[in-house]
Each structure stands twice: as structure tokens, then as C-alpha cells.
């Protein structure tokens, strides 16, 4: 078992869950290079600095809303998950509130480096879009995840706006959608598989899918209404809707494939669940590449797309290393009630 900093850190990360990081990460860059491709007037030039504060801000946000999750949560966890940094006890309850606080300060420092690079009338937006990200991810891990259908349409906006952070022009409104729907439909079919409690009800269903069309509806109204003033001959041009847009469709359909494949391999529901939101969350990489070579260029796409297999690795190291972790702890006792 390594020891002393080493296992501090790999604590640190699985508290943050930093092997998801990528998938953020993916997010940001590509809503990047789309503002800055299909709108460079509003957008402003590429430069390396821009990508790595882009890059940072993913990081500082994913970090501090998984860190700030398992904050709260740490009492459920030690009677649900007790081999977790918390309430394992690898991590104190303060570390993490400092762990949490950095990633904040990583994403607040870097979203006004971003800002830097935006025209006058978008920079506060950026910095209010991050925010208001925040005050999602707190609503969330207090209220939304008791409230079920709120809490999963919830997740769904966080990843929206997060893509937005980067790129408040809107510039293909698409792919933030993609990643609203795609997250709060795989959170819902996951919550079901898993079991969890609140248990679904027929209302839950149709307040999720009811919410999602509202959302959809009124964001692309909004964008068509502020490049087109509505007029039935805009619609087109001002959502950009082009034959470039098949990739992330096709990327649609494969993700449908191997969900069906996902439960029909894995007959334990909870497992199947468990599963299908690993491959669900880093399937968003391949939308953002899919959007990327489409209306940027096939190599920045690649680029992106590399972020997958790394993110994949990722993910499995922290599971060896959390079983390893449990295996090599004390067994502890609950007394019977």
C-alpha cells in the first residue's frame, strides 16, 4: 500500500472525483472553439492562454461540485459507502472543505482570466454564468437530489451552463442542449436502474421529459428571437441547423445502441445502472469532438476525442484503487438494532 503523500493525494482525488475531470474538460475546450470558429467578431481570436484557462475553469468547477457533493453527503455515506475518503476517514472533514474552497478559488481565477479574452459586454457574463453554475451545484447537493425530478433536471442545467461559462455567445446552441438532455435522461434511466429511493413514479417520467421540452423550447425560442427577431425565414441560419450538425445525431444513436447493449449484457439492474452512467458521462467527450469535427476541423476534434481513452483509464485506476483501499482497511461493526 503506498503511503504518506502519495496516498493523501490519490484521497484527494477520488474525493474529487478528478477522473471524470476529462469529460469537463472536453466540455470547455469545445464550447471554445466553437465561439471562436463560427462567431469571431463576438468571440474574439484562439490563443493557447484562452484554452488553458478554459481548460483550468473545467477543472476548478468539476472539482468543486464532486468535493462539495461528498461534503454533504458524508453522513449518508457512512452508513451507504463507508470506504470513501470521508467517512473512511483518509480525508478530515476540514481538508476537504479547504480541498473544496481551492477548487473554487481555481475555477473563480480562471473564469476572470477567461473573461479577459471576451468583448466588454460578455465578460460579466461569463463571471455570472459561473456563478450561477455554483449556486446550481449547491442547490443541488442540499435540496434538488430530494426532490427527484427537479434534482435530475437539475444535473442536466449544471453541465448546460457549465458549457456556456466559456462561450455566453451561444454560439451553436445545439451542444450545450445535447449535454442538458443527455445528462438528465441518462440520470433519470440510471436512477431507476440503480433503485433509488425516492422510487420513479409516472410523474417523475413526465416532469423530467416535460421540463427538458420547456428548457429546449425556450432556449432555442431565446436565440432565435436575439439573431433573428423570430421571423419564420431566420430559423434556419439563426439556430444554425446544417447537415453538419448528422455527426452528434450519429453520436445519438450509437450512445442508444450501446445503452440497450449495456442492459442486455448486465442482467443485476443496480450494476447495469452503475455502468451505463460511466460510459454515459464520458460519452459526452464524443459529442463535443462530434460537434468539433463538424464545424471546426477534424483534427481539434482528435484532440478532443483523445481526452476519452484518458478519461476511461482514469476512471478505472480510482476503482482498482478504491478496492484495494477497502480490502486493506479494518472491518467495521454496526450493532444491531
Keep these: 500500500m503506498p503511503s504518506g503523500l502519495t496516498q493523501r493525494l490519490i484521497s484527494v482525488l477520488q474525493l474529487a472525483r478528478l477522473a471524470l475531470v476529462f469529460t469537463a474538460v472536453a466540455d470547455g475546450v ?25 481548460a483550468l475553469l473545467s477543472v476548478g468547477l468539476s472539482g468543486f461540485g464532486m468535493t462539495h457533493t461528498h461534503i454533504i453527503a458524508r453522513r449518508r455515506d457512512e452508513q451507504l459507502a463507508a470506504h470513501r475518503p470521508l467517512p473512511s476517514g483518509r480525508i478530515a472533514v476540514g481538508t476537504a472543505h479547504l480541498v473544496c474552497a481551492a477548487f473554487g478559488l481555481v475555477a473563480l481565477l480562471a473564469g476572470v482570466m ?20 455554483a449556486l446550481l451545484i449547491a442547490f443541488y447537493d442540499f435540496a434538488g437530489k430530494y426532490l427527484v425530478a427537479p434534482g435530475l433536471l437539475t444535473l442536466g442545467l449544471i453541465r448546460f451552463f457549465h458549457a456556456t461559462v466559456p462561450a455566453p455567445q451561444l454560439p451553436l446552441v445545439w451542444h450545450p442542449l445535447l449535454l442538458l438532455n443527455h445528462v438528465a435522461i441518462l440520470s433519470t434511466v440510471c436512477y431507476h436502474l440503480e433503485q433509488k429511493r425516492p422510487p420513479l ?34 430559423l434556419v441560419e439563426s439556430l444554425g441547423i446544417s447537415a453538419r450538425l448528422w455527426l452528434p445525431l450519429a453520436a445519438v444513436i450509437v450512445f442508444i445502441i450501446v445503452a440497450v447493449v449495456i442492459r442486455r449484457a448486465i442482467a443485476d439492474s443496480r450494476t447495469a445502472g452503475q455502468t451505463l452512467m460511466m460510459y454515459g458521462l464520458l460519452w459526452l467527450i464524443v459529442y463535443d469532438a462530434a460537434f468539433v469535427a463538424g464545424h471546426v476541423g477534424y483534427l481539434p476534434a482528435l484532440l478532443i476525442l483523445l481526452l476519452l481513452p484518458a478519461g476511461y483509464v482514469s476512471v478505472q485506476l480510482m476503482r482498482t484503487w478504491s478496492r484495494i483501499v477497502t480490502l486493506s482497511q479494518k472491518p467495521t461493526y454496526q450493532r444491531a438494532r
Design 30 to 54: 469545445a464550447s471554445l472553439l466553437l465561439l471562436t470558429t463560427l462567431r469571431p467578431l463576438d468571440g474574439g481570436p484562439l490563443t493557447a492562454w484562452r484554452v488553458v484557462a478554459a
Design 114 to 133: 477567461l473573461s479577459q479574452y471576451q468583448p466588454s459586454e460578455a465578460r460579466t457574463m461569463t463571471l455570472l454564468l459561473l456563478i450561477w453554475t
Design 201 to 234: 413514479t409516472r410523474v417523475h417520467w413526465w416532469s423530467v421529459l416535460g421540463g427538458l421540452v420547456f428548457i429546449d423550447a425556450t432556449c432555442l425560442g431565446f436565440v432565435w428571437w436575439k439573431r433573428g427577431g423570430l421571423a419564420p425565414d431566420t
